[in-house]
Protein backbone atom coordinates (compact mmCIF):
# COMPACT_ATOMS: atom_id res chain seq x y z
CA UNK A 1 0.00 0.00 0.00
CA UNK A 2 1.32 3.28 -0.83
CA UNK A 3 0.37 5.07 2.13
CA UNK A 4 0.28 9.29 2.06
CA UNK A 5 2.69 9.92 4.56
CA UNK A 6 1.12 12.16 7.63
CA UNK A 7 2.10 15.83 7.90
CA UNK A 8 2.98 16.82 11.09
CA UNK A 9 0.96 19.45 12.61
CA UNK A 10 2.50 22.76 12.11
CA UNK A 11 0.76 25.98 13.39
CA UNK A 12 2.22 29.11 11.24
CA UNK A 13 2.55 30.65 14.82
CA UNK A 14 1.67 30.32 18.25
CA UNK A 15 -1.80 30.83 16.31
CA UNK A 16 -4.25 32.14 19.66
CA UNK A 17 -1.98 30.62 22.33
CA UNK A 18 -1.65 33.51 24.71
CA UNK A 19 -4.47 35.64 22.69
CA UNK A 20 -6.66 38.03 24.77
CA UNK A 21 -10.11 36.58 25.87
CA UNK A 22 -12.88 38.21 26.63
CA UNK A 23 -14.50 37.40 29.57
CA UNK A 24 -18.30 38.28 29.94
CA UNK A 25 -20.31 37.28 33.41
CA UNK A 26 -23.86 38.16 32.45
CA UNK A 27 -26.98 36.89 31.45
CA UNK A 28 -26.80 33.53 29.70
CA UNK A 29 -28.85 31.42 27.54
CA UNK A 30 -27.23 27.80 28.09
CA UNK A 31 -28.75 24.44 28.83
CA UNK A 32 -28.16 23.33 32.53
CA UNK A 33 -26.39 20.11 33.04
CA UNK A 34 -29.29 18.05 33.44
CA UNK A 35 -29.27 18.05 29.92
CA UNK A 36 -26.37 14.91 29.64
CA UNK A 37 -28.84 12.55 30.74
CA UNK A 38 -30.06 12.48 27.16
CA UNK A 39 -27.05 11.09 25.81
CA UNK A 40 -25.16 9.42 28.80
CA UNK A 41 -28.10 7.37 29.29
CA UNK A 42 -27.63 5.88 26.49
CA UNK A 43 -23.93 5.31 26.84
CA UNK A 44 -24.05 3.72 30.03
CA UNK A 45 -26.35 1.21 29.34
CA UNK A 46 -27.47 -0.18 32.67
CA UNK A 47 -27.64 3.25 34.44
CA UNK A 48 -30.82 5.47 35.47
CA UNK A 49 -30.57 8.62 36.32
CA UNK A 50 -33.31 10.13 38.66
CA UNK A 51 -33.31 14.23 38.70
CA UNK A 52 -34.04 15.04 42.30
CA UNK A 53 -35.99 18.30 41.31
CA UNK A 54 -38.86 20.41 40.12
CA UNK A 55 -41.68 20.51 37.80
CA UNK A 56 -39.70 22.34 35.59
CA UNK A 57 -36.36 20.03 35.44
CA UNK A 58 -38.91 17.18 35.13
CA UNK A 59 -40.64 19.19 32.22
CA UNK A 60 -37.20 19.67 30.50
CA UNK A 61 -35.88 16.27 30.71
CA UNK A 62 -39.29 15.19 29.17
CA UNK A 63 -39.35 17.46 26.15
CA UNK A 64 -35.77 17.44 25.21
CA UNK A 65 -35.09 14.07 25.87
CA UNK A 66 -38.84 12.64 25.52
CA UNK A 67 -38.76 12.67 21.74
CA UNK A 68 -35.35 11.07 21.12
CA UNK A 69 -35.75 7.85 23.61
CA UNK A 70 -37.41 4.88 21.79
CA UNK A 71 -36.65 2.35 24.15
CA UNK A 72 -37.71 2.09 27.96
CA UNK A 73 -36.64 5.22 29.08
CA UNK A 74 -34.02 5.06 31.68
CA UNK A 75 -34.22 8.93 33.72
CA UNK A 76 -37.27 10.43 36.01
CA UNK A 77 -37.73 12.74 37.90
CA UNK A 78 -38.29 12.60 41.96
CA UNK A 79 -40.31 16.29 42.19
CA UNK A 80 -38.95 17.89 45.62
CA UNK A 81 -42.14 20.61 46.19
CA UNK A 82 -41.74 24.07 48.24
CA UNK A 83 -41.01 22.74 51.57
CA UNK A 84 -39.69 24.62 55.02
CA UNK A 85 -36.54 23.05 57.06
CA UNK A 86 -38.33 20.95 59.02
CA UNK A 87 -39.99 19.23 55.72
CA UNK A 88 -36.51 18.13 54.92
CA UNK A 89 -36.51 14.55 56.91
CA UNK A 90 -39.78 13.68 54.56
CA UNK A 91 -38.25 14.47 52.02
CA UNK A 92 -35.23 12.09 52.55
CA UNK A 93 -38.01 9.24 53.13
CA UNK A 94 -39.54 10.24 49.76
CA UNK A 95 -36.50 9.93 48.04
CA UNK A 96 -35.71 6.25 49.96
CA UNK A 97 -39.00 5.34 49.09
CA UNK A 98 -38.90 6.67 45.01
CA UNK A 99 -35.71 4.86 45.05
CA UNK A 100 -36.90 1.71 46.46
CA UNK A 101 -39.83 1.49 44.90
CA UNK A 102 -37.70 2.28 41.47
CA UNK A 103 -35.35 -0.54 42.25
CA UNK A 104 -38.18 -3.25 43.31
CA UNK A 105 -39.88 -2.68 39.51
CA UNK A 106 -36.39 -2.68 37.26
CA UNK A 107 -34.00 -4.81 38.87
CA UNK A 108 -31.85 -4.40 36.06
CA UNK A 109 -31.03 -1.26 37.02
CA UNK A 110 -26.97 -1.74 38.74
CA UNK A 111 -25.78 1.96 38.88
CA UNK A 112 -28.42 4.88 40.17
CA UNK A 113 -27.02 8.32 39.87
CA UNK A 114 -29.13 10.57 41.99
CA UNK A 115 -28.93 13.82 40.07
CA UNK A 116 -29.16 17.14 41.94
CA UNK A 117 -31.00 20.33 40.20
CA UNK A 118 -31.32 24.07 41.16
CA UNK A 119 -34.50 24.54 43.22
CA UNK A 120 -33.56 25.58 46.44
CA UNK A 121 -35.41 22.82 48.38
CA UNK A 122 -32.90 20.49 46.39
CA UNK A 123 -30.22 22.55 47.58
CA UNK A 124 -30.86 22.27 51.07
CA UNK A 125 -30.83 18.32 50.20
CA UNK A 126 -27.41 16.76 51.02
CA UNK A 127 -27.55 14.34 47.92
CA UNK A 128 -24.30 12.58 48.74
CA UNK A 129 -25.81 11.82 52.08
CA UNK A 130 -28.66 10.05 50.20
CA UNK A 131 -26.59 8.04 48.05
CA UNK A 132 -24.40 7.02 50.37
CA UNK A 133 -27.21 5.63 52.62
CA UNK A 134 -29.04 4.02 49.64
CA UNK A 135 -25.87 2.46 48.15
CA UNK A 136 -25.49 0.69 51.76
CA UNK A 137 -28.84 -0.50 51.90
CA UNK A 138 -29.28 -1.63 48.41
CA UNK A 139 -25.83 -3.15 48.31
CA UNK A 140 -23.70 -5.08 46.59
CA UNK A 141 -26.51 -5.44 43.29
CA UNK A 142 -27.10 -1.51 43.06
CA UNK A 143 -24.74 1.33 43.61
CA UNK A 144 -26.16 4.67 44.01
CA UNK A 145 -24.07 7.38 43.25
CA UNK A 146 -25.10 11.87 42.94
CA UNK A 147 -23.56 14.36 41.03
CA UNK A 148 -25.67 17.68 40.42
CA UNK A 149 -26.64 18.78 37.12
CA UNK A 150 -28.09 22.58 38.35
CA UNK A 151 -28.01 25.28 35.80
CA UNK A 152 -26.34 27.10 38.70
CA UNK A 153 -23.43 25.12 38.59
CA UNK A 154 -23.56 23.74 35.48
CA UNK A 155 -24.07 24.39 31.58
CA UNK A 156 -24.99 21.86 28.92
CA UNK A 157 -21.89 19.33 28.75
CA UNK A 158 -20.91 19.98 32.26
CA UNK A 159 -23.22 17.34 33.60
CA UNK A 160 -21.43 14.98 31.96
CA UNK A 161 -17.93 16.10 32.66
CA UNK A 162 -19.85 16.10 36.56
CA UNK A 163 -21.13 12.46 36.13
CA UNK A 164 -17.71 11.22 35.09
CA UNK A 165 -16.07 12.90 37.68
CA UNK A 166 -18.27 11.12 40.58
CA UNK A 167 -17.49 7.78 38.47
CA UNK A 168 -13.73 8.02 38.96
CA UNK A 169 -13.27 7.19 42.71
CA UNK A 170 -14.80 4.16 42.54
CA UNK A 171 -12.94 2.70 39.18
CA UNK A 172 -11.03 -0.16 40.42
CA UNK A 173 -6.99 0.11 40.74
CA UNK A 174 -5.11 -0.97 37.82
CA UNK A 175 -2.11 -3.50 38.34
CA UNK A 176 1.48 -1.92 40.30
CA UNK A 177 4.09 -1.93 38.03
CA UNK A 178 1.99 -3.31 34.77
CA UNK A 179 2.79 -2.01 31.42
CA UNK A 180 1.02 1.36 30.85
CA UNK A 181 -2.75 1.10 29.49
CA UNK A 182 -5.12 4.13 27.34
CA UNK A 183 -8.41 5.34 28.73
CA UNK A 184 -10.13 7.28 26.04
CA UNK A 185 -12.50 9.87 28.42
CA UNK A 186 -15.46 11.47 27.29
CA UNK A 187 -18.97 10.12 25.85
CA UNK A 188 -18.73 8.76 22.04
CA UNK A 189 -20.87 7.18 19.72
CA UNK A 190 -20.89 3.40 19.98
CA UNK A 191 -19.97 3.86 16.02
CA UNK A 192 -17.34 6.43 16.38
CA UNK A 193 -16.28 3.99 19.94
CA UNK A 194 -15.71 0.94 17.24
CA UNK A 195 -14.03 2.73 14.83
CA UNK A 196 -11.13 3.95 17.43
CA UNK A 197 -11.06 0.67 18.85
CA UNK A 198 -10.00 -0.66 15.56
CA UNK A 199 -7.08 1.84 14.83
CA UNK A 200 -6.12 1.61 18.08
CA UNK A 201 -5.82 -2.83 17.95
CA UNK A 202 -4.15 -1.76 14.11
CA UNK A 203 -1.74 0.49 15.97
CA UNK A 204 -0.60 -1.96 18.13
CA UNK A 205 -1.66 0.12 20.99
CA UNK A 206 -3.57 -1.31 24.11
CA UNK A 207 -5.51 -2.20 25.93
CA UNK A 208 -7.65 0.40 25.32
CA UNK A 209 -10.52 0.96 27.95
CA UNK A 210 -13.46 3.83 27.41
CA UNK A 211 -14.66 5.82 29.62
CA UNK A 212 -17.85 5.56 30.30
CA UNK A 213 -18.34 2.11 29.25
CA UNK A 214 -21.09 0.71 27.94
CA UNK A 215 -21.83 -1.37 31.19
CA UNK A 216 -21.81 -0.10 34.58
CA UNK A 217 -20.13 -3.54 36.01
CA UNK A 218 -17.92 -2.94 33.26
CA UNK A 219 -16.08 0.34 34.39
CA UNK A 220 -11.95 0.66 33.61
CA UNK A 221 -9.39 0.30 36.26
CA UNK A 222 -7.21 3.52 36.85
CA UNK A 223 -3.55 4.04 38.20
CA UNK A 224 -0.21 5.57 37.45
CA UNK A 225 0.09 3.56 34.47
CA UNK A 226 -3.02 5.21 32.51
CA UNK A 227 -2.35 7.24 29.91
CA UNK A 228 -5.24 9.07 29.08
CA UNK A 229 -6.98 10.69 26.08
CA UNK A 230 -9.91 13.31 26.12
CA UNK A 231 -12.29 12.73 23.79
CA UNK A 232 -14.32 15.64 24.57
CA UNK A 233 -13.15 18.86 26.07
CA UNK A 234 -15.64 19.94 28.67
CA UNK A 235 -14.21 16.96 31.08
CA UNK A 236 -11.94 19.70 33.60
CA UNK A 237 -13.42 17.65 36.63
CA UNK A 238 -13.20 14.34 35.48
CA UNK A 239 -9.19 15.06 33.94
CA UNK A 240 -8.25 16.47 37.51
CA UNK A 241 -10.04 13.38 39.27
CA UNK A 242 -8.30 11.05 37.10
CA UNK A 243 -4.89 12.42 37.67
CA UNK A 244 -5.19 12.47 41.27
CA UNK A 245 -5.99 8.72 40.82
CA UNK A 246 -2.01 8.57 39.30
CA UNK A 247 -3.34 9.22 35.52
CA UNK A 248 -1.23 10.92 33.21
CA UNK A 249 -3.32 12.90 30.33
CA UNK A 250 -2.12 12.88 26.75
CA UNK A 251 -1.95 16.56 25.57
CA UNK A 252 -3.65 16.53 22.41
CA UNK A 253 -6.36 19.02 19.96
CA UNK A 254 -9.43 16.86 19.79
CA UNK A 255 -10.45 13.84 17.29
CA UNK A 256 -12.79 16.63 15.04
CA UNK A 257 -11.64 16.47 11.38
CA UNK A 258 -8.85 15.05 9.40
CA UNK A 259 -6.00 17.29 11.21
CA UNK A 260 -7.76 16.92 14.82
CA UNK A 261 -8.18 13.35 14.52
CA UNK A 262 -4.70 12.52 13.31
CA UNK A 263 -2.88 14.62 15.89
CA UNK A 264 -5.24 12.78 19.00
CA UNK A 265 -4.23 9.29 17.65
CA UNK A 266 -0.82 10.68 16.93
CA UNK A 267 -0.29 11.56 20.88
CA UNK A 268 -1.08 7.68 21.79
CA UNK A 269 1.23 6.94 19.42
CA UNK A 270 3.73 8.36 20.73
CA UNK A 271 3.01 7.42 24.03
CA UNK A 272 2.91 3.91 23.42
CA UNK A 273 5.87 3.47 20.39
CA UNK A 274 3.90 2.83 17.28
CA UNK A 275 6.35 3.92 14.43
CA UNK A 276 6.10 6.83 12.17
CA UNK A 277 5.39 4.03 9.26
CA UNK A 278 2.71 1.76 11.00
CA UNK A 279 1.10 4.89 11.84
CA UNK A 280 1.30 6.46 8.33
CA UNK A 281 0.00 3.19 6.93
CA UNK A 282 -2.85 2.18 9.04
CA UNK A 283 -4.41 5.55 8.79
CA UNK A 284 -3.33 6.51 5.61
CA UNK A 285 -6.73 4.99 4.09
CA UNK A 286 -8.93 6.43 6.19
CA UNK A 287 -7.27 9.84 6.22
CA UNK A 288 -7.97 10.29 2.21
CA UNK A 289 -11.11 9.13 2.87
CA UNK A 290 -12.04 11.79 5.27
CA UNK A 291 -9.83 14.42 3.22
CA UNK A 292 -11.76 13.54 -0.09
CA UNK A 293 -15.02 13.81 2.34
CA UNK A 294 -14.23 17.43 3.09
CA UNK A 295 -13.26 18.80 -0.27
CA UNK A 296 -16.88 18.11 -1.16
CA UNK A 297 -17.99 20.82 1.35
CA UNK A 298 -15.05 23.15 0.87
CA UNK A 299 -16.61 25.03 -1.89
CA UNK A 300 -19.85 26.01 0.44
CA UNK A 301 -18.20 26.79 3.26
CA UNK A 302 -14.60 28.22 2.40
CA UNK A 303 -14.73 31.84 2.86
CA UNK A 304 -17.52 31.59 4.88
CA UNK A 305 -17.75 33.48 8.31
CA UNK A 306 -19.24 31.78 11.35
CA UNK A 307 -20.23 32.96 14.96
CA UNK A 308 -20.10 31.35 17.86
CA UNK A 309 -22.05 31.49 20.95
CA UNK A 310 -21.39 29.91 24.18
CA UNK A 311 -22.77 26.50 24.55
CA UNK A 312 -21.05 23.34 24.43
CA UNK A 313 -16.92 23.74 25.17
CA UNK A 314 -17.27 21.85 21.76
CA UNK A 315 -16.94 25.57 19.98
CA UNK A 316 -12.54 26.27 19.81
CA UNK A 317 -12.01 22.58 18.26
CA UNK A 318 -14.89 22.86 15.94
CA UNK A 319 -14.00 26.68 15.20
CA UNK A 320 -9.88 25.08 14.31
CA UNK A 321 -11.36 22.56 12.67
CA UNK A 322 -14.05 24.93 10.12
CA UNK A 323 -11.11 27.73 10.03
CA UNK A 324 -7.88 25.46 8.67
CA UNK A 325 -9.65 22.20 7.22
CA UNK A 326 -12.87 23.92 5.23
CA UNK A 327 -11.54 27.88 5.14
CA UNK A 328 -14.07 29.33 7.18
CA UNK A 329 -13.89 33.04 8.68
CA UNK A 330 -13.80 33.15 12.40
CA UNK A 331 -15.72 36.50 13.29
CA UNK A 332 -16.14 35.29 17.16
CA UNK A 333 -15.75 32.34 18.87
CA UNK A 334 -17.36 31.48 22.28
CA UNK A 335 -16.85 29.03 25.05
CA UNK A 336 -18.86 28.95 28.47
CA UNK A 337 -15.55 27.91 30.11
CA UNK A 338 -11.76 28.11 28.36
CA UNK A 339 -9.74 25.36 29.68
CA UNK A 340 -6.43 26.74 28.68
CA UNK A 341 -4.16 23.67 29.32
CA UNK A 342 -6.75 21.26 27.89
CA UNK A 343 -7.27 23.68 24.98
CA UNK A 344 -3.69 24.17 24.43
CA UNK A 345 -3.43 22.64 21.31
CA UNK A 346 -6.49 23.90 20.45
CA UNK A 347 -5.59 27.70 20.75
CA UNK A 348 -2.34 26.89 18.77
CA UNK A 349 -3.87 25.92 15.64
CA UNK A 350 -6.44 28.70 15.81
CA UNK A 351 -5.73 31.65 13.49
CA UNK A 352 -3.73 34.60 14.76
CA UNK A 353 -6.40 37.24 15.92
CA UNK A 354 -9.62 35.67 16.30
CA UNK A 355 -11.81 37.34 18.89
CA UNK A 356 -11.99 34.54 21.98
CA UNK A 357 -15.06 35.13 24.38
CA UNK A 358 -15.87 33.15 27.48
CA UNK A 359 -19.04 33.39 29.75
CA UNK A 360 -21.84 35.52 28.44
CA UNK A 361 -23.65 38.46 28.58
CA UNK A 362 -26.15 37.80 25.87
CA UNK A 363 -27.52 41.34 24.94
CA UNK A 364 -23.88 42.84 24.58
CA UNK A 365 -23.08 39.46 21.94
CA UNK A 366 -25.89 39.25 20.57
CA UNK A 367 -25.24 42.84 19.23
CA UNK A 368 -21.72 41.91 18.24
CA UNK A 369 -23.33 39.18 16.22
CA UNK A 370 -25.47 41.60 14.46
CA UNK A 371 -22.65 43.87 13.44
CA UNK A 372 -20.67 41.42 12.31
CA UNK A 373 -23.69 39.66 10.60
CA UNK A 374 -21.53 36.16 9.99
CA UNK A 375 -23.21 34.00 7.18
CA UNK A 376 -23.21 31.51 9.95
CA UNK A 377 -24.17 31.67 13.77
CA UNK A 378 -23.68 28.41 15.88
CA UNK A 379 -25.94 29.26 18.96
CA UNK A 380 -28.45 27.34 21.12
CA UNK A 381 -31.98 26.65 20.84
CA UNK A 382 -33.48 29.67 22.29
CA UNK A 383 -31.40 32.32 20.19
CA UNK A 384 -31.87 30.24 16.98
CA UNK A 385 -35.07 31.43 16.18
CA UNK A 386 -35.05 35.07 16.78
CA UNK A 387 -31.44 34.58 15.05
CA UNK A 388 -33.12 33.41 11.80
CA UNK A 389 -36.14 35.82 12.20
CA UNK A 390 -33.62 38.09 11.62
CA UNK A 391 -32.34 36.45 8.43
CA UNK A 392 -29.51 35.11 9.85
CA UNK A 393 -28.60 31.22 9.27
CA UNK A 394 -28.17 28.98 12.27
CA UNK A 395 -26.67 25.73 13.33
CA UNK A 396 -27.98 24.48 16.68
CA UNK A 397 -25.06 24.03 18.71
CA UNK A 398 -26.87 20.74 20.28
CA UNK A 399 -27.01 18.67 17.67
CA UNK A 400 -23.52 18.89 17.17
CA UNK A 401 -22.86 17.50 20.59
CA UNK A 402 -26.02 14.33 19.69
CA UNK A 403 -24.45 13.64 16.44
CA UNK A 404 -21.11 11.43 15.96
CA UNK A 405 -18.76 13.55 14.63
CA UNK A 406 -15.72 12.55 15.91
CA UNK A 407 -13.05 10.44 13.82
CA UNK A 408 -11.98 10.08 9.93
CA UNK A 409 -15.16 8.81 9.26
CA UNK A 410 -17.18 11.32 10.21
CA UNK A 411 -15.48 14.57 9.41
CA UNK A 412 -17.49 14.86 6.10
CA UNK A 413 -20.75 14.40 8.29
CA UNK A 414 -19.09 17.00 10.33
CA UNK A 415 -18.63 19.78 7.24
CA UNK A 416 -22.63 18.74 5.76
CA UNK A 417 -23.92 19.75 9.36
CA UNK A 418 -22.49 23.56 8.46
CA UNK A 419 -23.20 23.03 5.12
CA UNK A 420 -26.78 22.18 5.52
CA UNK A 421 -27.87 25.78 6.77
CA UNK A 422 -26.66 27.69 4.27
CA UNK A 423 -27.54 25.48 1.33
CA UNK A 424 -31.11 25.80 2.76
CA UNK A 425 -31.13 29.59 2.94
CA UNK A 426 -29.34 29.54 -0.68
CA UNK A 427 -32.55 27.46 -1.42
CA UNK A 428 -34.91 29.73 0.47
CA UNK A 429 -33.25 32.83 -1.33
CA UNK A 430 -33.88 31.59 -5.41
CA UNK A 431 -37.50 30.64 -4.23
CA UNK A 432 -40.34 32.10 -5.77
CA UNK A 433 -42.22 33.99 -3.85
FE1 LIG B 1 -34.24 24.54 35.34
FE2 LIG B 1 -32.43 24.28 37.29
FE3 LIG B 1 -34.07 22.24 36.76
FE4 LIG B 1 -32.14 22.89 35.02
S1 LIG B 1 -31.84 22.15 37.11
S2 LIG B 1 -34.29 22.45 34.52
S3 LIG B 1 -32.06 25.13 35.22
S4 LIG B 1 -34.68 24.27 37.52
Not at 197 to 219: C, E, S, Y
Amino acid sequence: MNAAPVIPIRAASTGCSDAPVLRERGQREVFCGLTGIIWLHRKIQDAFFLVVGSRTCAHLIQSAAGVMIFAEPRFATAIIDERDLAGLADCNDELDRVVARLLERRPEIKLLFLVGSCPSEVIKLDLSRAAQRLSARFNPGVRVLNYSGSGIETTFTQGEDACLAALVPGLPATTAGAPIELMVVGALADVVEDQFARLFRQLGIGPVHFFPPRQANRMPPVGPNTRFLLAQPFLADTAQALQARGARRLAAPFPLGVEGTTAWLQAAAAAFGTEGQIFDAVTAPARQRATAALARHRAQLGDRSVFFFPDSQLEIPLARFLSRELGMRLTEVGTPYLHRSHLAEELALLPEGTTLSEGQDVEKQLDRCRAARPDIVVCGLGLANPLEGEGMTTKWAIELVFTPIQGYEQAGDLAELFARPLVRRARLARAPE
